[in-house]
Nanobody, 123 residues
Framework: QVQLVESGGGLVQAGGSLTLSCTAS????????MAWFRQAPGKEREFVAG??????ITNHSVKGRFTISRDNAKNTVYLQMNNLKSEDTAVYYC??????????????????WGQGTQVTVSS
């Protein structure tokens, strides 16, 4: 089983940028679909962006502002977040699916999860 560790969260002003990292230990991520989800207080966990062999998918609410990418040599997945808004405030989680063939937006398709990193955007 793989252990996923997120980092890079913090407090940022609206309009600012952050880059989240998700580093894996115990197993390579290169052949797995990866995604970022987020959960705000009182809300359900929400798909943010994902990638796999079939391509990238981005939630319409962050399209044009957030970009997911991976560095296989570092066994790390990133989420570049630009032009942050107060509604982006949430705990952000990375997740790994069993298959690397398809990009899924449903959380149930992901079997390994990180512990989450808090992103707070002040207006």
């Amino acid at each position: 089983q793989v252990q996923l560790v997120e980092s890079g969260g913090g407090l940022v002003q609206a309009g600012g940028s952050l880059t989240l990292s998700c580093t894996a230990s115990g197993r390579t991520l290169s052949n797995r679909g990866m995604a970022w989800f987020r959960q705000a207080p009182g809300k359900e966990r929400e798909f943010v962006a994902g990638l796999s062999e079939s391509g990238n998918i981005t939630n319409h609410s962050v399209k044009g502002r957030f970009t997911i990418s991976r560095d296989n040599a570092k066994n790390t997945v990133y989420l570049q977040m630009n032009n942050l808004k107060s509604e982006d405030t949430a705990v952000y989680y990375c997740a790994a699916s069993r298959s690397g063939s398809f990009t899924y937006s449903r959380a149930s398709f992901y079997e390994d999860w990180g512990q989450g990193t808090q992103v707070t955007v002040s207006s």
